[in-house]
């Protein structure tokens, strides 16, 4: 008989852990005991899972026992606490926070990008930002046969990203800037309904926002490229799902647009849509709800040698958050390492 | 007596007129008559211009009798075919299509950057597309300290750049999004409610748009650098007025983000707004209806020498359309061309 694993899910209730029970349901994957853990606010909410109804526990460090995965996608500081916690109680973490990314005791992991990495885990693995997987995801198929040595990118960023809140944030202050009300905000610092706001996280070295560094340090990490020269700017788009950027790569040798567009149509997890004459290339709102990231607008960058400019989307909530975390747990299962 | 100017304003019905006509109202220019034309379809409705109602009238030839302004924000067949009919009749024709802008016998003029441009006219006089304007502002007195080489800009370009009509699909879209309705697009190909479209104006070389091949001639021209290498992505968001943009710069020497800062906080018509820590950076709800273009978000570039990262934003109606070509007409009054 195949083996079965047991699963606890902390961050149940956030919209990441609902888009994660809705995956795990969906794949074939060999699941034993499901264990759905988060805030003490929500133990003894109920929630769907194909045709059980679980009942939220609240996460206490005895949570864990028994469990072979845990998946964590809830605060930073719940992640810091627990992600230990778990792995000493011989479930493996998988992680969706920022704390455990960089530590170079732990995998940062897109099985379509560095797959091997797991094999290095020590009780906890990483998933990279959200606004990172899909420009990591495309831009490795390319490194692979040239080079990459720069790149810079804007992102728009949906405000699922943010979470739950954050999205009725979204609902309401439209409702109310439609209405001509005055909107107030509480989740941003600025109001988002029919607005763009160039800060997402904290401000760290050189006026960059921490979601600015995420992608420059997760995706040399991801690539094992430190050489690869980054620089992003990110900002929050009144969209509810999927993240898109714009991005030029600079290549080390020469490389057509024909070219990349190939490569990527070839790449795992990508799907190029590029017909520009029919108005086919990625949109979030298409992009929302599917698996793969999308690419598009692929053209030779006019402004440099080398160069090639694209538009990238992908579902923040799935590639860039619950489904990589289930493909990392697959992935171990597919080497023997749980 | 000082002079006054008769003044014919094409297009009288549309959004940019209608801003037009709010700024010429509350500038001191010196206005004689004003005539407001319009489609046949239109001809007939009154328009309230301070104390007065102005009764819009059909464009025809004959229209530009006795004018020595005619200021034209319609479409491009009607700027085609109308700006050489009333420099004929005598008027100068200040346009804002996207048909006379790069003709070498038009000037294009942002009037903070190549006023002097107005001196060789020939009737018409071009103002540029509005996501060039804001950039070309904040480039131009960088370029005379420090000589840009190279740039890339991803724009994040309201609806109502694209007009009313779209102003009008932006509304209802989102009212049909939130209430859970099909969302049908008409004035683009996609649903703008929650969503981003890649794709503003027209397919060119190098499967760019238009409006970013826009971005790349008409930055040369006005700086009169046609050395500069550009390449930008244009995206529309679900925003209703004002511009943004973030923009990577290459320049000839080292500059840091603090001297580039102190030029533009001294440059005509650009307001610095870059106090990170206090989420102060501007933002398109913020600038709408203001005059200014804003800079914010000032570093150095991570990925490169002698590189600098910005965001900016304008209102596209305001300085990017309307007030740009009154500027112009007061720039050849003070000139003493007309």
Chains 1, 2 share one sequence.
Not at 111 to 120: F, Q
Request: charged content about 25%; proline content about 6%; glycine content about 6%.
């Amino acid at each position: 008989m195949a083996k079965s694993y047991n699963v606890a899910v902390v961050g149940a209730t956030g919209i990441v852990g609902e888009v994660f029970l809705d995956i795990l349901e969906k794949r074939p994957f060999p699941l034993g005991s499901l264990k759905l853990l988060a805030s003490e606010r929500s133990a003894g909410r109920k929630l769907r899972f194909g045709e059980q109804e679980i009942e939220v526990e609240a996460l206490t460090p005895a949570a864990f026992e028994g469990c072979d995965l845990a998946f964590i996608s809830a605060t930073d500081e719940i992640s810091k606490e627990y992600a230990p916690i778990a792995a000493k109680a011989g479930a493996i973490a998988i992680d969706d926070s920022g704390v455990w990314r960089m530590d170079p005791e732990v995998p940062l992991v897109v099985p379509e990008v560095n797959a091997a990495d797991v094999e290095k885990h020590k009780g906890i693995l990483a998933i990279p930002n959200c606004s990172t997987t899909p420009v990591v995801m495309t831009l490795w198929p390319i490194h692979q046969v040239n080079r990459v040595k720069r790149v810079t990118a804007a992102t728009y960023q949906s405000v699922s990203g943010t979470g739950r809140a954050a999205m009725g944030e979204l609902e309401t202050s439209t409702r109310q800037a439609i209405a001509g009300e005055e909107v107030v905000p509480s989740v941003y610092p600025h109001r988002v309904a029919f607005n763009l706001i160039p800060e997402i996280g904290s401000w760290k070295d050189d006026d960059y926002t921490s979601e600015e560094w995420k992608m420059v340090n997760e995706t040399r990490k991801i690539m094992h490229a430190p050489e690869i020269r980054i620089a992003t700017t990110c900002v929050r788009v009144p969209v509810f799902v999927s993240h898109s950027a714009a991005v030029h790569v600079e290549l080390e040798n020469p490389m057509s647009a024909a070219e990349f567009r190939e490569v990527l149509s070839k790449a795992p997890g990508v799907v190029v849509q590029d017909d520009p004459k029919s108005s086919f290339y990625p949109t979030p709102f298409d992009a929302a709800g599917k698996d793969p990231v999308f690419a598009g607008r692929i053209r030779r960058d006019l402004s440099t040698e080398n160069g090639i400019v694209y538009w990238v989307v992908g579902d923040n909530l799935r590639k860039g958050a619950a489904l990589n975390a289930l493909q990392i747990a697959e992935e171990l299962i597919a080497r023997k390492l749980i």
